[in-house]
């Protein structure tokens, strides 16, 4: 079955870095988008950017463009997201979760990771 | 960017009867294979959202039937036919058409 599993919890000062991780099983990791999708406290989802496991490239929000990192490692079936810079309100509940986009064909969000709370506070 | 309006932002509803949501895009959202990329996500209270709905209408599976999605343009619906406890949540509505992709606000469904 599929599953995308990701890293625990994290407790972080502002300026610091933060490294999730998403690792996927049941299905080829490299055949599938991975998004990343933050949620505040008590707010609204919203989208950051994506992976490409396949090639390694990656596309984000411009909101996020120079904070945000995507990343992978096939060997390990595992995506990675690194947030640089750290500020009080980026403290969320980060989820990954996998797109399909090749061939005219696109699914989108069918399966999500459980999500990793990020807690920024000094 | 896109903007998702939901309306209403909370949905009070005795259990068994009927709930209806809705979402309005501020552009359409017919992508250039011709679909329509607007999908439902219900989110109960400390998990993951959970895809309900995909480009307008199509049941995921495992979703009970009484979950339905239509709509087309820029206005979009969510029905659910007769409400039970567990379907207790936020929903979401989000557009896969235009980049970067977005989301309402998310509605609260609770039981009255």
Known sequence: QVQLVQSGAEVKKPGASVKVSCKASGYTFTNYYIHWVRQAPGQALEWMGWLNPHSGGSNYAQK????????????????????NRLRSDDTAVYYCARVYDYGGKRDLFDYWGQGTLVTVSS | DVVMTQSPLSLPVTL???????????????YSDGNTYL???????????????????????????????????????????RVE????????????????????????VEIK
Not at chain 1, 64 to 83: C, K, L, P, W
Not at chain 2, 88 to 103: A, I, K, L
């Open chain 1, 64 to 83: 996020f463009q120079g904070q945000v990192t995507m990343t992978r490692d096939t060997s390990i079936s595992t995506a990675y997201m690194e947030v």
């Open chain 2, 16 to 30: 068994g009867q009927p709930a209806s949501i809705s979402c309005r895009s501020s552009q359409g959202l017919v």
């Open chain 2, 85 to 108: 406890a567990e379907d207790v949540g936020v929903y979401y509505c989000m557009q896969g058409t235009h980049w970067p992709w977005t989301f309402g606000q998310g509605t609260k």
């Open chain 2, 39 to 81: 999908s439902w996500f219900q989110q109960r209270p400390g998990q993951p959202p959970r895809r309900l709905i995909y480009t307008v209408s199509n049941r995921d599976s495992g979703v009970p039937d009484r979950f339905s999605g239509s709509g087309s343009g820029t206005d979009f619906t969510l029905k659910i036919s």
